[in-house]
């Protein structure tokens, strides 16, 4: 650009809002981001993961990370939600009747662990969790209300919050003695075998009076 030829600079671009390029790329990067995400807390964990380095693994900007996420716990939570994905499957869960309830929800939860796919971020979630106190948070918040919380309300059961909050401390003990410390023989044993010898508990957690 020249002098006196009349053409401006661009005004700044505001932190947390994209530009219409960015804009443009539309649900396709928040999916982006969220796979970005996953792959960094599992590969550097909490501390080390910062939003400037999931917009750079997804390939966006990371005022792009702010406008659909916000802070970083706000993008750790996502990653969690997108690996239980809470609203797909609470009504299958819940099925027609209570019967049933506490196996249902103890297969849910086993079988997320058990797929490949979900269990290196849930892996890399509990050890944040385990070592920092943000990332612990993030988890009980959606463990307890965005899951287990809405199960109990569903099921107009009295004291539902700390029923849930049993059941959460049951399914996240299993959850680390199995899969992040990996103590024998339960680290070994059958998933059918666990959920046929937890989910009574659980029922009687989440419907007993």
């Given at each position: 650009m020249t002098e006196g030829d009349g053409n401006q600079a661009p005004p700044p671009r505001r932190r947390g809002r994209p530009s219409r390029t960015e804009a443009k790329t539309g649900p396709g990067a928040r999916t982006r981001i969220l796979e970005a995400a996953r792959t960094e807390f599992s590969e550097r964990g909490y501390d080390k993961t910062s939003v400037r380095g999931i917009a750079k693994a997804a390939g966006v900007d990371a005022a792009l990370v702010h406008h659909y996420f916000g802070t970083k716990d706000?993008?750790?939570?996502?990653?969690?939600?997108?690996?239980?994905?809470?609203?797909?499957?609470?009504?299958?869960?819940?099925?027609?009747?209570?019967?049933?309830?506490?196996?249902?929800?103890?297969?849910?939860?086993?079988?997320?662990?058990?797929?490949?796919?979900?269990?290196?971020?849930?892996?890399?979630?509990?050890r944040s969790a385990m070592t920092h106190e943000a990332a612990a948070k993030v988890l009980r918040v959606f463990v307890l209300r965005r899951l287990l919380d809405r199960i109990a309300d569903q099921l107009d059961v009295p004291d539902a919050t700390f029923r849930a909050e049993l059941a959460a401390s049951h399914m996240v003990g299993i959850a680390v003695l199995r899969y992040v410390i990996r103590a024998e023989p339960l680290a070994s044993a059958d998933p059918q075998k666990i959920i046929a010898m937890v989910g009574p508990t659980l029922q009687r957690y989440l419907t007993e009076a």
């Amino acid at each position: 650009m020249t002098e006196g030829d009349g053409n401006q600079a661009p005004p700044p671009r505001r932190r947390g809002r994209p530009s219409r390029t960015e804009a443009k790329t539309g649900p396709g990067a928040r999916t982006r981001i969220l796979e970005a995400a996953r792959t960094e807390f599992s590969e550097r964990g909490y501390d080390k993961t910062s939003v400037r380095g999931i917009a750079k693994a997804a390939g966006v900007d990371a005022a792009l990370v702010h406008h659909y996420f916000g802070t970083k716990d706000e993008v750790f939570a996502a990653a969690i939600e997108l690996s239980f994905e809470p609203a797909l499957v609470i009504p299958d869960i819940l099925g027609s009747s209570t019967e049933g309830l506490g196996e249902r929800l103890a297969g849910y939860f086993i079988g997320v662990w058990e797929n490949p796919a979900s269990r290196a971020p849930l892996l890399a979630i509990m050890r944040s969790a385990m070592t920092h106190e943000a990332a612990a948070k993030v988890l009980r918040v959606f463990v307890l209300r965005r899951l287990l919380d809405r199960i109990a309300d569903q099921l107009d059961v009295p004291d539902a919050t700390f029923r849930a909050e049993l059941a959460a401390s049951h399914m996240v003990g299993i959850a680390v003695l199995r899969y992040v410390i990996r103590a024998e023989p339960l680290a070994s044993a059958d998933p059918q075998k666990i959920i046929a010898m937890v989910g009574p508990t659980l029922q009687r957690y989440l419907t007993e009076a």
